[in-house]
């Protein structure tokens, strides 16, 4: 029996309407998210992967509804979230946090890491503000650092010690569930190990769920539950991590492991490395079918009239390829 989902994704589509030309006078749409069905169930990691533009941060975006969606439903606890203005969304806003790519632009340069950290204690009322010195100092702890930080400014910290209050802040509304967007790869190498472990410590600790987006896939391997594979806007496989490491099913995912470096030498120099041929089509103008046949080693002529259907190739592992599921 399969846990309830704490997120349930349905056919969601976020389209950006954009103009074109030197004086703005034609229009496009950018298809970002089409057709998007995902369950996300609580206290796992789901990774999304993908190369750059495929759609994966514009997901995490539209399930937290700061990017509305323009089809589908986002079910949270009953409440199709898409449906909800920014007034009635804001109780779900405490469930639902985010941690972004770059945390200096995330932080205010005006305030200080307490006053960063306190601002959505006060303002969802978790805590008076006698009591707000203390929360602050513990929300600091949690995350490695000193109670005397919260009287720094993000100029005067590292960059891996402003991620680790960008994290305290998303902590700080005790949230159920955070989006952690590219949230490591502005770091360095060393610090990025640092959050990582960080991350896990805190889920543990907090019964926490993660929508973790990432393009790295040794850090996917390493803290993911389940990794989805993603490919100009749909799902193309979704695995549990060891399955889809070891047995990957769609020729996308299969491209995008064999890029990974092996760390033994001996195996590194001997193996077949799967080149794609080609550049990502635009998202302005997807193909027709299955968006990955201009790219695919085994693509036949079904899969540039049809959209592969969404369908269990094993227990547990879903993939949208005509080949591997005989459509």
Same mark, same amino acid.
């Given at each position: ?23 703005g006078n034609k229009t496009a749409t950018v298809h970002a998210l089409d057709d998007f069905n995902l369950d996300i ?21 539209? #399930? ?5 969606? @323009?089809?589908?439903? $986002?079910?949270?606890?009953? *409440?199709?979230?898409? /449906? +909800? ?21 995330t932080l205010n340069p005006r305030m200080t890491v307490g006053e960063a950290v306190g601002e959505p204690i006060l ?54 569930? #955070? ?5 490591? @790869?502005?770091?360095? $190498?060393?610090?990025?190990? *640092?959050?990582?472990? /960080? +991350? ?76 794609l041929q080609g550049d990502v089509p635009s998202p302005l103008d997807p193909p027709s079918g299955c968006r990955f ?35």
């Amino acid at each position: 029996m399969n846990p309830e989902p704490l997120l349930r994704i349905e056919n969601l589509v976020k389209h950006f309407h954009v103009r074109l030309g030197a004086f703005g006078n034609k229009t496009a749409t950018v298809h970002a998210l089409d057709d998007f069905n995902l369950d996300i169930i609580e206290g796992e990691t789901l990774s999304l992967v993908g190369e750059s533009g495929c759609g994966k941060s514009t997901t995490g975006f539209t #399930i937290l509804n700061l990017h509305r969606a @323009s089809g589908g439903k $986002v079910i949270y606890k009953g *409440q199709d979230l898409t /449906l +909800l203005d920014e007034k009635h969304m804001r109780p779900f806003r405490r469930d639902l946090q985010i941690v972004f790519q770059d945390p200096y632009s995330t932080l205010n340069p005006r305030m200080t890491v307490g006053e960063a950290v306190g601002e959505p204690i006060l303002f969802h009322k978790l805590a008076t503000k006698a009591e707000l010195p203390g929360k602050i100092a513990t929300l600091l702890g949690d995350v490695g650092l000193p109670a005397r930080f919260a009287s720094r400014y993000p100029h005067e910290l590292s960059g891996g010690q402003r991620q680790r209050v960008v994290i305290a802040r998303a902590l700080a509304c005790q949230p159920k569930f #955070i989006v952690c967007d590219e949230a490591i @790869s502005a770091l360095d $190498v060393s610090i990025q190990a *640092q959050i990582i472990n /960080l +991350l896990l410590d805190l889920q543990e600790k907090y019964a926490l769920t993660y929508l973790f987006i990432a393009h790295d896939l040794a850090v996917v391997r390493h803290i993911s539950t389940r990794v989805g594979v993603m490919y100009l806007g749909r799902l193309a496989e979704l695995a549990t991590r060891d399955a889809l490491f070891s047995e990957p099913l769609h020729p996308y995912t299969k491209a995008l492991l064999s890029a990974v470096p092996e760390t033994d030498p001996a195996h590194e120099r001997t193996r077949t490395r799967q080149i794609l041929q080609g550049d990502v089509p635009s998202p302005l103008d997807p193909p027709s079918g299955c968006r990955f046949h201009t790219r695919c080693p085994v693509a036949m002529d079904i899969c540039k009239e049809k959209v592969p259907v969404w369908k269990e190739a094993r227990p547990g592992h879903r993939v949208a390829c005509h080949a591997v599921n005989g459509q």
